[in-house]
């Protein structure tokens, strides 16, 4: 018996998932949520996808207007890829996907790579707007040799690649430890008793950044 598809043109989802709904393509736009990379870091951080089907996703999600090549200054013709404005709207889907998918994760799943990275997404998928704290505060996270920061600022939550002047909290630990963290796997005691988690700073800051993160 035949299947039918359906074809119909005036449902934006089933326009939105012809554009990027396919694992590869939504891969590709995970790597580039993190930041402009060249070619041959996104092959090397897709291990499988192959370098073909690789720019078959670039070249249609360039023809959509998704992501575009840039020049890397003081590298003559090199080029890398970066969302445009219009991909960038696909970030708080994706975390809201990426989010969801966490729940799914398990024991089970340890022992493949997990890089430092993602938990740069990772984070960012877990806050919760309506636990955004009412004070100003920074939080600094170390992910094995990775760094970046959240700070909240009037109630708005910024994440930024890097190192913060004056964190209020800073919480340093391995790639494998904050993803099951974030997947719940086990708790911030568990770990900072552990020794697992390391965290210093205002004890305040740092139960306002655990329950901002849903992890209270």
């Known amino acids: 018996m035949a299947i039918r598809q359906d074809t119909r043109r005036d449902c934006g989802l089933a326009v939105g998932l012809g554009v990027v709904g396919e694992r590869w393509t939504l891969l590709v736009i995970r790597e580039l ?19 073909n089907l690789l720019s078959d996703r670039l070249r249609t999600l360039g023809a959509h207007g998704v992501v575009e090549q840039i020049a890397i200054p003081g590298e003559g013709r090199a080029l890398r890829y970066q969302l445009t404005e219009l991909g960038e709207q696909l970030r708080q889907p994706l975390l809201g996907l990426a989010k969801w998918g966490l729940g799914f994760l398990s024991e089970d799943d340890r022992g493949g790579t997990t890089r430092a990275e993602w938990g740069f ?12 704290p009412e004070v100003d505060d920074t939080y600094q996270f170390r992910v094995d040799d ?11 939550v910024r994440f930024t690649r890097g190192t913060a002047t004056e964190p209020d909290l800073t919480v340093a ?14 708790s911030p005691a568990e770990v900072i008793a552990s020794g697992a988690v390391r965290v210093s700073g205002d004890p305040g800051a740092a139960l306002r950044c655990i329950r901002m993160l849903g992890l209270d």
């Open 33 to 51: 949520l993190i930041g402009p990379a060249r070619f041959t870091a996104l092959l090397e951080n897709m291990p499988g996808i192959g370098p």
């Open 121 to 132: 997404l990772a984070v960012q998928s877990m806050v919760r707007r309506d636990a955004v």
């Open 146 to 156: 990775q760094d970046f920061t959240i700070a909240v600022r009037e109630g708005r």
């Open 173 to 186: 630990c391995d790639a494998e430890t904050f993803i099951r963290v974030g997947a719940r796997m086990t």
